[in-house]
């Protein structure tokens, strides 16, 4: 069976994006592929994280994982820090990768903003540790949402390179899996930017700890425009709010784009917005209370993610020590 390999930040409350964009189709994944998820705090402490808070979102982004369906006895879930290899490989990779390469990333751009020379120099090597995550487990598949594209293409850039520069056929080249309506959900408040954690404005994103009354108000507070809803995707054009929620709608009530425009084409925001926070907490709402029962075990929690590590060192390990020998490293 292939292997998947896919992570996500404790950089925060989850949000509907990391839901519909990642988590929802890890589960669905399951079926198909031996699936290896990973809680991605290595990559969260490239910008300033409070130790206390980074520790609390590890668990909830694990209890988050686990009350959506990851199958954590048929499948691996752990907290990166917790299996060395990644770093080391990552160290490896640093020495892989041509700085040219990393410095036409867009999301070092956009994250390091104005302030670059600020930036750590973890942001920068950032997509370096993605691959080592990646290729730690000779990864044949990984989902992604739109905005890890370019990241994964440098893992393929990465992974030919050390094959050839070595002489030898041991990574395989990972293909990217982008499914559904939802790669990329935008901002409420603003539909040209991805709804992400880090936005200042709570207003922007549905989180996956919100309660019923703050998603329905975030709803309907969502920025709009003066005309009726598109009834065709042509209509779209100019229109980047509109879209997006057309998109939630489709991707929360798990069919097309087309669909929905049938159904609400025409009609005014307010009723369609009603029918949205009606969908969007009948999706959330029994994760959440699964999430809360298992967060009021963290012992549980933190247990399924030592398993889960020892996993992950088993089947990554034996890869680095490979990967030592094929440097020349004495042991
Ligand atoms: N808006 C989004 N739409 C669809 N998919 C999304 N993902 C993130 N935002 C959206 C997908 O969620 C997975 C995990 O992402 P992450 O938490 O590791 O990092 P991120 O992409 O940087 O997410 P955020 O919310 O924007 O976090 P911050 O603000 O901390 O940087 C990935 O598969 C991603 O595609």
Known sequence: MNRIFSGIQPTGNLHLGNYLGAIRNWVRLQDTYNCVFCVVDLHAVTVWQDPVELRNSTREVAAALIASGVDVKQHILFNQSQV?????????????????WLNRMTQFKEKAGKNRE??????FSYPNLMAADILAYKTTHVPVGEDQKQHLE????????????????????????ITGVATRIMSLRDGTAK????????????????????????IRKAKTDPLDLPSDKAEFSGR?????????????????????????GGQQFST?????????????????DEMRRL????????????????????????ILQEIRDIFGFLR
């Open 84 to 100: 060395p290899t990644h770093a080391e490989l990552a160290w490896l990779l640093n020495c892989v990768t041509r700085m040219g």
């Open 118 to 123: 600020n930036a750590s120099v973890g942001l």
């Open 154 to 177: 440098l893992t393929r850039d990465i992974a030919q390179k050390f094959n050839h520069d070595f002489g030898v056929d041991f990574f395989p080249v990972v293909e990217p899996i």
């Open 195 to 218: 709804m992400s954690k880090s936005d200042p404005s709570e207003n922007s994103r549905i989180t996956m700890v919100d309660s019923a009354e703050d998603i329905a108000r975030k």
């Open 240 to 264: 980047p709010e509109a879209e997006n929620l057309m998109r939630i709608y489709a991707a929360l009530s798990d069919c097309s784009v087309d669909k929905v425009l049938i159904k609400f």
């Open 272 to 288: 369609f917005k009603q029918d949205l926070a009606d969908l969007a907490v009948a999706t959330l709402a029994p994760i959440q």
């Open 295 to 318: 967060m009021a075990e963290p012992d549980a929690v933190d247990a399924v993610l030592r398993d889960g590590a020892q996993r992950a060192r088993d089947i990554s390990e034996p």
